[in-house]
């Protein structure tokens, strides 16, 4: 059974960075999955943020976060991150990561960690 648990999140200032991680368990390899980052903020519809396919670390990025959101993952422990700097009060939500085969299927997601900006 596939399993993912995000981590990472905090309190943080406005211009301050967090780095959130994703632990995935019940799959051998990632090699061919797309992991992503989505973020939902009170009474708002979850939103995409990033995501990375594992087996040539190719990303994409939504607009509100390119150029301070950066998506990595390390393949010898098959965790995806997310780097965040210069972090805004705009940022404020529950960060969930996700996974999906790139054939399609079912989508596996964690159950989210807080990010709070505070101005």
């Known amino acids: 059974q596939v399993g993912l648990a995000d981590s990472g999140g905090g309190l943080v200032q406005a211009g301050g960075s967090l780095r959130l991680s994703c632990a995935v368990s019940g799959l051998a390899t990632l090699r061919s999955y797309i992991t992503d980052w989505f973020r939902q903020a009170p009474e708002v519809q979850r939103v995409f943020v990033a995501k990375?396919?594992?087996?040539?670390?190719?990303?994409v990025y939504a607009d509100s976060v390119k150029g301070r959101f950066t998506i990595s993952r390390d393949n010898a422990d098959n965790t995806p991150y997310l780097e965040m700097s210069n972090l805004k009060p705009g940022d404020t939500a529950m960060y969930y990561c996700?996974?999906?085969?790139?054939?399609?299927?079912?989508?596996?997601w964690g159950k989210g960690t807080l990010v709070t900006v505070s101005s």
């Open positions: 996700s996974l999906i085969h790139k054939g399609g299927g079912a989508r596996y």
């Open positions: 990375i396919y594992w087996n040539n670390a190719s990303s």
